[in-house]
């Protein structure tokens, strides 16, 4: 019997790190991400706690799949249908109702379930058509592990590490990444 069930709530509160370790107590699992990068960073993680040897990337970009796999990290886009999984995790499940990759979400919601758990991930806007689809679904509310706010206009020069910046226009996103580039050193973009 599959349990199928919801991690809900705001950004930072854990929801994924909870549904990673969830899926590394099965003997298989995959968990899909809305994005390239998320995929990465969580596949990392997985190979320090697991073993290189047991755990995959999938990407638009990337494919690393070990003999030994048990444990795939992909973007929604990219979870292999060949396979059969014990655990289906899906993040930012929300992202169903996105215009333009919604489509993608809706399928993984309602074609792919777990051989013997499915979590979604995502906002608490999700809540009402899990529970439509789904009149079983066990729903986990979680709050912000941290403070989030808003520190109004700064200099490049005088923002901090790992600060969020938000830009309204995908020509301002890259000129603000790149002026970040040369005074910091780095920065990631995230559309």
Do not use: W
């Amino acid at each position: 019997m599959n349990n199928i069930s919801a991690i809900l709530g705001p950004t930072n509160t854990g929801k994924t790190f909870f549904a990673i370790k969830k899926m590394l107590k099965c003997n298989n699992g995959v968990i899909g991400f809305p994005l390239r990068l998320l995929a990465r960073e969580n596949y990392e993680y997985a190979k320090r706690i697991v073993g290189e040897s047991k755990v995959a990337l999938i990407t638009g970009e990337e494919k690393i799949i070990p003999k030994a796999a048990k444990y795939f990290f992909c973007t929604v886009e990219s979870i292999p249908k060949n396979y059969s999984f014990d655990y289906v995790g899906i993040d930012e499940i929300q992202l169903a109702s996105d215009f333009e990759r919604g489509y993608v979400f809706t399928d993984k919601l309602l074609n792919i379930l777990g051989n013997k758990e499915t979590v979604f991930m995502g906002s608490i806007s999700a809540e009402k058509i899990l529970k439509k689809i789904y009149p079983d679904i066990k729903i986990l509310k979680k709050n912000r592990l941290s403070k989030l706010t808003y520190s109004g206009h700064k200099k490049i020069s005088r923002i901090n590490r790992k600060t969020a910046i938000i830009a309204f226009s995908s020509e301002e996103v890259y000129a603000i990444a790149e002026l970040i580039r040369r005074q910091k050193g780095g920065a990631a973009i995230v559309m």
